[in-house]
């Protein structure tokens, strides 16, 4: 027997991207432990992640390439060789592009890894297609926009700085579930007498360890932020000082907007009591170091980016940049570390093919013309579950004349459409580089066991495509590891503090921030920018979401046992997320004459998703919330949420708006 101890990352799409150890016997897997050095995660995992094993070698892995036999969408397939599958899809591709050209290819791809090779490989082979551009953003890219539309590319502040913070507010997240390392520095701050708060349209699970909840009507949190910044103008609270020397705008949001959102309005608006908004405001203003941190949840509404924007000036209103413990965290962005395109090669592109953007799949596989969607490579998402208007993309994934085909390791509902399934390996199979988006560490890894099966990493897909395809490229000839090398030499400005022995060794490393980065705004005018010239509205303001006409408000929000789609391959997570619950406040459901267990029908004019309904008093009135997004075969009718959600798009950055929704509920019979 051959027992080795072996070093990597975790994939997957949050926050953390936990250090991993894994205990490697005879080229298996067999157990999976927090990376106690890692400098974030310190050797705590997520209840995904430990037993991540049970993933990487469940019996359910996708292990040959498979051919459809049957009809569209009933899962019957054959196995096939890669050499077969990879001739197939080249010929009907041939076939696509001479009768209507490249743009009827559709790559399809989001985050079922993280690793900067892994998961964008498949462009620069796109792009030397000429294949349609996907937008990606479904996940966040409002909440982007409106950071940046005051900050720039100011660098957030590092998750330790929470530890020294004396008021923290968590806005819009459920940390429990989806930010556990930052949780424990709240924890840590916590002990040290910090008040911590959370503002959420529901009490959702991190607030058993929270002191205070404030539940906020859906999509209404930019007339919180101005609310709070009314009161914190009136009381003078304002750090002038730090206003004065850093601030572009103040005056004007002062004189011009925040008249308007007295307590007694933004209480309407809000649903939140007029004394609780006085309160909060006073806890925010006389904190040594209030530090917000700002989840995405409240950005997927059709007024994201202008929510995050409000949000956003808080904390330059109270001067809480300069004041250790001070800032708000909304996201990590280390993009420059790394030159991407090195991976992705723009220059690739021959022409600048039009662009699809992900949340539209819907529309893009049932209405779209000239040409139409012929084709669609999927790879690393599961958009049958993912993206909204699920009865518009199974109608698309349903036409006999798409050919689709699907790189995954598990039979998603997404793979059952496939004309060609393509078994993918995970992460512990391949190598890769990561970072985050909650901390500043950087990760490299290698394939630490064989691949299971027949399965093979994105990058190697895309070069065998690349080769049937006939290209000359060198760059297709490259491995995962050149290609890493490559992101690594010559270093980036950001990459030379890097302490590269242990990086290349595959240990965790930090990139370092300059001692002043708090202080340093990187925006235009080197200020940060509550007036902003560039914007249509060039001061924050509140706008309505979009609001469907129905009763109730309907949360999708994350699991604590799964990862968007992701793990539901797991029957020991399955049994802990139990069921597809529709959570209800008892009192709506007194109204509604339903009781709790009771098979019940969430529908609007787009869909309709059955749910087994489940009282709870921790969910206000007229919000629903469902938690975890779950495969057709776990639902008790034929679609999951998103047959619930829409395809329109946030007022900026084409963001999904997947929690801006209404339905109504009616019992199952
Ligand atoms: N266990 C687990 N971890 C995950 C994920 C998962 O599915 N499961 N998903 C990963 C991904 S892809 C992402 S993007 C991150 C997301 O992580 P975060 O961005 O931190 O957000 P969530 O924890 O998803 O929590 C969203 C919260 O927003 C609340 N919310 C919804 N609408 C509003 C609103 O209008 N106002 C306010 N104040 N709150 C609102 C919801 O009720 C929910 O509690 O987590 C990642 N981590
Ligand atoms: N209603 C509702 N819908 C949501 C959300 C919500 O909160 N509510 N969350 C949204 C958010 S924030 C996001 S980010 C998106 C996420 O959407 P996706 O990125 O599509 O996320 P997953 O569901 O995790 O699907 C990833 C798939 O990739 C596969 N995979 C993993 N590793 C690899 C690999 O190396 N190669 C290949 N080829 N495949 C691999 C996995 O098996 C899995 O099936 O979903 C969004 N959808
Ligand atoms: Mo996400």
Redesign the pocket.
Known sequence: MNTEMKRSVC???CPDACGLLVEVIDGKAVKVKGDPEHPFTKGTLCPKMNHYERTVHSPQRLKQPLLRIGEKGAGNFKPISWAEGIQYIVDRWKGIISNYGAEAILPY?????M?VV?RNCGEAFFHKLGASRLART???SAKGYGWSSVMGNTLAPHPDEVKKSDFILLWGTNALATNIHLLQNVKEAKKRGAVVWLIDTYENPTAQIVDKVVLVKPGRDGALALGLMHILVREGWIDLPFVTKHVQGFEQLQSQILPDYTPDKVSQITGIDVKLLEELALHYAKAKGPFITLG??LC?YGNGAMTVRAITCLPALVGAWGKPGGGLLASISTGPAFVTSKVTREDFLSEQPRIVNMNQLGQALTELSEPPIMSMYV?????A????DQTKIIKGLSRENLFTVV????M?D??RYADII?P????LE?SDIYRAYGHYGIQRATGIIPPVGEAK??WE?FQLLAQAMGYKESFFAQSADDLINQLLDPPTPWLEGVDFVNLQAGRPVELSLPQDYKTTYLTPSGKIEIYSSVEAEPLPRYFDPYEDDAPFYLM???SLYS????FN?RPDLLQKKEEAYLQMNPKDAEDKKLQDGQKVIAYNDRGEVVFILKLAPTVPQGVLVTEG?FSKEKMQGAYS??A??SQRLTDRAEG?T??DVKVDVRLYS
């Open positions: 994939p997957f799409d791809s989001y985050a079922g890894t690793g892994q479904i996940c966040s995405s949840g997927r790879f690393h998402s599961n958009p579950v993912v993206a909204p790189h995954e390791r598990f998603t997404t793979a393509l993918a390996t995970s992460s391949h990493s994105n897909v999708s929000a994350p990862l968007n789609s992701s391959e997004l949420v998103n619930l959600t999904s997947l929690y």
